[in-house]
Nanobody, 120 residues
Framework: QVRLVESGGGLVQAGGSLRLSCAASGRTFSSYAMGWFRQAPGKEREFVAAIRWSASTTYYADSVKGRFTISRDNARNTVYLQMNSLKPEDTAVYYC?????????????WGQGTQVTVSS
């Protein structure tokens, strides 16, 4: 079992930056791939970024590539999402997930979400 708690969301102007953190509990954190998803009002939840347990490989949605960076610290049981050059269309609830990576990321566990609002 893995419990995930996100933090770091907030209100930022377009062009600004935010860093999301996801703290995980559970002894098997390092064996899971970790990812971030987001859900805007009236839209389906979508994949943002993922990282393998070894941190050797990262994956990004085209819409955030070059602006967002995912990283993890297995010693601290924490995964991060550094978000730069934010746009109003990045406004959403951001969810941390733990799972596996195949053709896509397959989440087994979800956090409760943290709101990110980007003003124009």
């Amino acid at each position: 079992q893995v419990r995930l708690v996100e933090s770091g969301g907030g209100l930022v102007q377009a062009g600004g930056s935010l860093r999301l953190s996801c703290a995980a509990s559970g002894r098997t954190f390092s064996s899971y791939a970790m990812g971030w998803f987001r859900q805007a009002p009236g839209k389906e939840r979508e994949f943002v970024a993922a990282i393998r347990w070894s941190a050797s490989t990262t994956y990004y949605a085209d819409s955030v590539k070059g602006r967002f960076t995912i990283s993890r610290d297995n010693a601290r049981n924490t995964v991060y999402l550094q978000m730069n050059s934010l746009k109003p269309e990045d406004t959403a609830v951001y969810y941390c997930a733990a799972g596996t990576i195949g053709a896509t990321m397959n989440p087994y566990y979800w956090g409760q979400g943290t709101q990110v609002t980007v003003s124009s």
